[in-house]
């Protein structure tokens, strides 16, 4: 049985430090966010330190949004760092599809290091995965495929979770499915909305060892909160509902989570949190 609710409370009891390795334009937001939840961000980048800083995390989270060298060469290190100490690593492959070298350095990390959970829309998993998936930038549409035969055939290639992000939400191992149906369209409207929340699953990870269902409730979570921060801000525009979203992140409860989160598992069953 998936509690979401629960899930949460750990984390807040627990306050997990999350080391990140993110994209220059996402990584304030990203530090607020974890914060509100009630996590403890890191963004350690130096490959001096990458790998001690991943040993002694509760979850690394590598973004590929601004890449050079320099960064792929401390992720390396972290990832590393990190699988040594049995910290659970994610992958945000942003962008992946848009040049090979956004694809290369995603497979690179992939085939290099144990990821725990890989977390993209549907066009990065796709091009990752080697299947054909329009994209435009570092944002890729839905598509016409199976996004639930997407994930899984992924989950199965990269050894590993896959969530899917879009109107609705595919977290699989290749086994389980889920489908989250929370969340609100003002997410699409604001840059790293999808990075902050690879960083929450990292945060979910870092306290529940079921991998699948800590990005299944990691997805409830910010998926309500999303809920939350639109109808707080009003309809005043997507500048309101950012700072409303970190506000919601610290307030939803475990209660709210289990009232309001819309969790299905892959036969179409209502799963219990």
Not at 32 to 44: H, R, Y
Not at 170 to 196: E, F, M, R, S
Not at 199 to 220: Q, T
Request: charged residues 15%; proline residues 2%.
């Amino acid at each position: 049985m998936l509690e979401a609710g629960a899930i949460l409370e750990q984390v807040r009891s627990a306050n997990p430090l999350v080391h990140n390795i993110t994209n220059v334009v996402v990584t304030n937001f990203t530090a607020n966010g974890l914060l509100a939840m009630g996590a403890s961000p890191v963004m350690a980048y130096a490959r001096e330190e990458a790998g001690e800083m991943a040993g002694i995390a509760g979850a690394l989270v590598l973004n590929i949004g601004t890449l050079d060298e320099t960064v792929v060469e401390s992720m390396l290190i972290a990832g590393k760092g990190a699988n040594e100490q049995n910290v659970p690593v994610v992958l945000d492959p942003v962008g992946a599809g848009a040049t090979a070298y956004r694809t290369r350095t995603a497979r690179k990390l992939i085939e290099e290091l144990n990821i725990a959970v890989v977390r993209g829309n549907a066009a990065e998993i796709a091009n990752v995965a080697g299947r054909n998936w329009d994209i435009k930038g570092v944002d890729g549409g839905q598509g016409k495929g199976d996004l639930a035969e997407l994930a899984i055939t992924a989950a199965k290639q990269f050894n590993s979770v896959v969530v899917i992000t879009g109107k609705e939400d595919v977290v699989t191992d290749g086994k389980a499915v889920y489908i989250i149906k929370n969340g609100h369209p003002l997410l699409t409207k604001v840059t790293g909305a999808g990075c902050l929340l690879s960083s929450v699953i990292g945060a979910f990870l870092a306290v529940e060892n079921n991998h699948v269902n800590a990005a299944a409730a990691a997805l409830a979570f910010y998926g309500v909160a999303a809920e939350r921060a639109a109808g707080l801000a009003g309809g005043e525009g997507p500048g309101t509902f950012q700072v409303q979203l970190l506000n919601s992140l610290s307030f939803v409860s475990s209660k709210e989570i289990n009232e309001k989160a819309v969790i299905m598992n892959g036969g179409g069953k209502h799963e219990s949190i």
